[in-house]
């Protein structure tokens, strides 16, 4: 278990440029962090950049259709009074968030963006290429935005990983007081991401932030990515939103009614 006095010290990457299809976001990133990494520290990217380099621009008028192709899942779907309708789904990553994680913002005009293919991959081939070029154990997170259930706002989540402990496991040890811990498993990885999403901001174009404090999460590039935080179906309690539900549950019920006489 990590010290509870170790100082946690982020602070956002200056200098990386705008990226573009086919850009090397190793070397840009590289050149921006030189001198300034240390073993341990873990570097938290925004997807979007990700999802630049990698070329994921469709067209703006395409985007209804892009959010149905990355659709696995519907959970629920809302009108608003204007009669936009907002689509919870599960993407093909397995992440739960609204219009599939296609997002507008900070886009060239009349494009949007799609998620990176593999961010758990795009993290390691980072980590790697940054491993390499810098001489130091670093870790990287794929980072995205996303709402959370039961509150409003959003923050930052890790979509990927890599060299990073995305989990920090604390049961079978005991709290302050010597009870046994059951079921407390930090998910340190969004923790990072958020925690870098506090100095990256959303407008000021500081895509990357190192973390540093926290090199026992720092490992192998083969430890589980962020993929291994979705949690399966068949554990998840609220797979649909409550109209879905209910109507799920109401057609169930209808089928197997038995025949009026």
Not at 77 to 91: D, E, L, M, Y
Not at 95 to 101: N, T
Not at 144 to 173: K, P, S
Request: charged share 20%; aromatic share 2%; proline share 5%.
């Amino acid at each position: 278990m990590h010290s509870s006095t170790r100082p946690l010290t982020v602070w956002p990457l200056a200098g990386i440029p705008e990226i573009t299809a086919g850009t090397d976001l190793a070397t840009m990133i590289a050149d921006a962090a030189a001198g300034t990494l240390a073993d341990g520290d873990i570097l938290v990217v925004t997807s979007k950049i990700v999802s630049k380099a990698e070329g994921r621009f469709v067209t703006a008028a395409d985007r209804e259709d892009a959010i149905t192709a990355e659709t696995v899942r519907v959970v629920a779907t809302r009108a608003s009074p204007s009669g936009q309708v907002t689509r919870i789904v599960q993407n093909r990553l397995g992440m739960v968030s609204a219009a599939a994680g296609v997002d507008a913002s900070n886009t060239p005009e009349g494009t949007i963006l799609l998620l990176p293919v593999d961010p758990d991959a795009s993290a390691r081939a980072l980590a790697a290429a940054l491993r390499e070029r810098l001489g130091v154990e670093v870790g990287v997170l794929v980072s995205d935005t996303l709402g959370r259930a039961w509150r409003d706002g959003q923050t930052d989540h890790a979509i990927g990983a890599a060299g990073v402990h995305v989990f920090e496991d604390l049961r079978g040890g005991t709290d302050a007081e010597g009870r046994p811990l059951v079921v407390t498993m930090p998910c340190v990885a969004d923790e990072l991401a958020a925690a870098a999403d506090l100095v990256k901001g959303k407008a000021s174009r500081l895509p990357v932030a190192v973390v540093r404090g926290r090199a026992d999460l720092v490992g192998s590039l083969d430890l589980p990515g962020a993929r291994s935080i979705v949690r399966p179906l068949e554990r998840d309690m609220f797979r649909l939103g409550a109209d879905e539900a209910y109507a799920e549950g109401f057609a169930a019920g209808a089928a197997s009614a038995p025949p009026s006489s």
